[in-house]
Every structure is written in structure tokens, then in C-alpha cells.
């Protein structure tokens, strides 16, 4: 097939074979120029006038889907209230027409290191859709109020118009933050709430995992690794996306509304002191990663055991995640004092869908990351690496998994002698060929001896 040009030497096979839909059918793109030539009518007749609210924007500089933002308002007693608005993709769409459908054959946008393949098309999710800098929008808007300690003691939920005053990058973020600007006292108090909704969510036995993440971009056949180490704007935007979905559970477990609730069994984990004889760092959080199961979705609110939360549902990705927009229209609907669109049994058949749809994506998003990753090491084959030894996969059989700091990759290893865990080496890749995924990791004892002779001079 590449021979005759009718594929790339680097087809996405995992595409081809899940088949994955690319492009938009037309009936979808006659709708998409329907709702791009008229805007539909509201069904929110009173939608929050929030425009007056500073609000911040943050995500990766390539984001172009800006689903969420934040403010903080200053209340008459002094207090604060965290605000986090929400984009109102369901403004735009109507339960059961072609935009509707579409999405929800889809499920969810595929993130793949050359390119995305969204749930909407671009001319609607990327603008309409989204939350833009300096443009009024719809929104679905959570006023919280948090305790000293970080627990939420009040809030509302309601149909919003708001006006985005920045769209800052988390780059951006970390560097306001680390200087502490003075001019965005808005900010800052976001970034002190987030400190304590990750100190209460501690406290309430949330099991938090930091490993290194690779992003890989390809473009023009140029391969890109970027390792995105944890941050404080990263964690800030990361604790009131959690925050508001506990709030969203809080409100659909108080009125009883079926909701694509998310949970997740409590891992039996080893033993403190066997924890902590491990070092801390990659080491430890690998061991602890093995053991957390995975989680799982259902209609009614049940504990999430690594968020430390009793309720959790995920609302604020609905652009990019179809679960997330099935549970703002029963959010809207109920708001609005409208039959709920979705009975229980009708969420469960839906979502049980939906969720093995977005399984498969996530599933080729993973091997999409994968290739790439091996392609990058193939062509880099002369370069030598520094890894840790995270942990053993057979031990009698010297098989073991590392990871590659300066890349964020994990690979699986044979070793010829006795490692310990957490212990550094350097490897090459010396055989690898990213379509039939297979690789051959060696050790480089050539710069160890380097590395020990440099230090002895």
C-alpha cells in the first residue's frame, strides 16, 4: 500500500482497523453550516449575567478546544467564591440531531501525536463551542465555597454568560505565579485554594501518582518530545477540574439525578514500611500504580478511592468528551425545572456505549504514542540514554520495566546481572522496529566508565 502511494510509510494501522472516523459525513457538515449561518435559539431564558467576572483560561500553548476557565469573586463578607466555567457546547446542539449523533458515535476526540480528531468538527468546537479570549460566552458556571480547610461547604450551579479575560498558557501561569504579580490577586488565591483542596483530598485518602508524561508531536515527519514534570499551574487547573466534579456529583446525588458518575475501588496497597523503603520518586509511585485498579462508571455516585472523594462525575471536558455532555443536559434540564432527557436505564444503555467507544480510542491514542515513541528511539539509535530501574516484571527471568528520564517512556528490559530498583543506568536501543513493536534495550556500560573516569579526574 505504501508502495503504490496509496498509504504513508507511517500509517496510523490502529486507525485503519478500529475504524475510526476521520472525516464528517455530509449530513453533519450540512448541519455544522446550518448552525454556522443561524444561531439556535437559547433554551436558557435566564442564563447568569457573569461577564463581569476576571476570567482566566489556561492550557497548552496547542490547545485549541478551551473548555474550561476560572475566576474568583470576592463576596460582601469578605469571603471568596471560586468560580469554574464550564463551555456550553449543549447551546449549540439538540439531543438526537446529526451534530448530537455524530459526537456520540464518536465518544470522544482523539488526541494522536500528528494531529487531533475531534468529537465536533473544528469549525464549531474550536470556536463556538469554546470559551474565547475576549468573546462572550455560554457556559455552564459552579460557584463554590470552599472551608479554610478546603472542603466545600457551599455552592450553585447555573447557565452562564461569561467574557474570558486571559487565555495564559500553564507556562504562563507558573511564571505570574512565581514572580506573585500583584495585579492578579485573582490568581493567586486560586493557586492558595488549590494547595488546600489538595491538603483536604490528602487527608481524605486521595492517592496521588506523579510519573513523568511524554507529549510527542509530529509534524512535517519531525518528531517532538516534550515531558510535562509536575507544575503549579498544572496541579492548580488539575485540583478545580476535581473540585467541580465533586460539586457536579454533590448536586445529582442531592436531587437524585442519573448521572455519568465515576468511581473507583480502593487498592490494597503494600505495606507503609515496604513503601517506604522504596526510593521515593518514580520507584515508589510505580509500585503503588500496580496495585489501583481501574475506574469505572455507573449512574449512581459511589467513592472514588485516588481522588479521596465520596461522589465524583466528570463535567468539564463536554466539547471533548461525550459522558461529560450527557451530563450537561441532565444538568441543564434539571436546572431549568425540564423532564430530565435520560431515565437511569436509558444513561445506563447510552453510556454503556459511549464508554467502549472512548476505551478504543484511548486504547489506540496508547499505541498511536507508542510508534512514535519507538521511532523516535529508532532514529536516534546512536544516542545513549539514562534510566531507572522501576520495577520487576518476572524477576527469575531478569525481566524488568525502566524508565527513561529525559523522555518519559517506559520500556521493558532483560537484565544479564543483578539490578537493584531505582537504580540508574544507561542503555541503548540497539534493534528496534516500531510497526511490529519490538525493541531490544541493552546496557551502555561504556559511559558508566566514562562517567566514573570524569568524576575520578
Known amino acids: 500500500m505504501v508502495d503504490i502511494g496509496l498509504w504513508s510509510p507511517h500509517e496510523n494501522l490502529f486507525l485503519r482497523r478500529n475504524n475510526t472516523p476521520i472525516q464528517f459525513p455530509d449530513n453533519v457538515l450540512s448541519a455544522l453550516q446550518d448552525r454556522l449561518a443561524m444561531t439556535p435559539s437559547d433554551p436558557e431564558c435566564d442564563r447568569r449575567d457573569l461577564t463581569h ?144 483542596r489538595q491538603s483536604w483530598r490528602e487527608s481524605q485518602g486521595a492517592i496521588g501518582i506523579k510519573m513523568p508524561e511524554s507529549v510527542i508531536k509530529v509534524n512535517e515527519d519531525e518528531i517532538e518530545i516534550e515531558v510535562l514534570n509536575d507544575s503549579t499551574s498544572r496541579t492548580l487547573v488539575a485540583e478545580m477540574m476535581i473540585l467541580t466534579g465533586e460539586v457536579a456529583a454533590k448536586y445529582g446525588q442531592t436531587h437524585e439525578i442519573p448521572l455519568p458518575f465515576r468511581y473507583q475501588q480502593q487498592p490494597e496497597l503494600p505495606p507503609e514500611e515496604e513503601l517506604m523503603q522504596l526510593e521515593a520518586g518514580p520507584v515508589r509511585f510505580a509500585a503503588i500504580r500496580r496495585c489501583m485498579p481501574r475506574s469505572e462508571v455507573g449512574i449512581a455516585p459511589s467513592r472514588h478511592a485516588s481522588l479521596g472523594l465520596e461522589g465524583y462525575c466528570q463535567v468539564t471536558s463536554p466539547i471533548r468528551r461525550y459522558a461529560d455532555l450527557l451530563a450537561h443536559f441532565q444538568l441543564k434540564a434539571h436546572l431549568r425545572g425540564d423532564p430530565l432527557p435520560f431515565s437511569g436505564s436509558e444513561l445506563t444503555a447510552v453510556l454503556a456505549s459511549v464508554t467502549t467507544v472512548a476505551q478504543e480510542a484511548s486504547f489506540i491514542e496508547r499505541q498511536t504514542n507508542r510508534y512514535w515513541s519507538l521511532e523516535f528511539l529508532r532514529r536516534h539509535a546512536d544516542t545513549v540514554w539514562q534510566v531507572i530501574m522501576l520495577r520487576w516484571l518476572r524477576e527469575q527471568d531478569n525481566l524488568a520495566l525502566i524508565l527513561f528520564e529525559d523522555l518519559g517512556f517506559e520500556l521493558v528490559m532483560r537484565f544479564n546481572r543483578a539490578v537493584d530498583l531505582g537504580e540508574r543506568l544507561y542503555v541503548r536501543v540497539v534493534a528496534v522496529d516500531p510497526r511490529q513493536d519490538r525493541f531490544v534495550v541493552e546496557e551502555h556500560f561504556a559511559a558508566i566508565s566514562s562517567l566514573a573516569s570524569s568524576s575520578k579526574g
Not at 468560580?83 to 446529526?98: F, K, N, Q, T
Not at 463551542?129 to 450553585?156: H, K, N, P, R
Request: charged share 25%.
Open 53 to 196: 467576572l476576571k476570567v482566566y483560561t489556561i492550557d497548552d500553548e496547542s490547545t485549541a478546544e478551551i473548555d474550561d476557565g476560572l475566576s474568583v469573586e470576592t463576596l460582601e463578607n469578605g469571603r471568596q467564591r471560586i468560580w469554574v466555567h464550564i463551555a456550553d457546547p449543549s447551546r449549540w446542539v439538540s439531543l438526537g440531531d446529526d451534530l448530537d449523533c455524530e459526537a456520540q458515535r464518536r465518544s470522544t476526540t482523539v488526541y494522536l501525536p500528528t494531529g487531533m480528531i475531534p468529537m465536533f468538527p473544528v469549525e464549531l468546537s474550536t470556536g463556538p463551542m469554546s470559551l474565547v479570549q475576549g468573546q462572550v460566552c455560554c457556559a455552564l458556571s459552579f460557584g463554590i465555597t470552599l472551608t479554610d480547610e478546603g472542603a466545600v461547604e457551599d455552592y450553585e450551579i447555573a447557565t452562564s454568560t461569561i467574557k474570558p479575560t486571559y487565555r495564559l498558557t500553564y507556562d504562563d501561569v507558573d511564571e505570574m505565579l512565581e514572580l506573585g504579580i500583584q495585579n492578579e490577586p485573582e490568581l493567586m488565591a486560586l493557586a492558595d485554594w488549590s494547595d488546600r
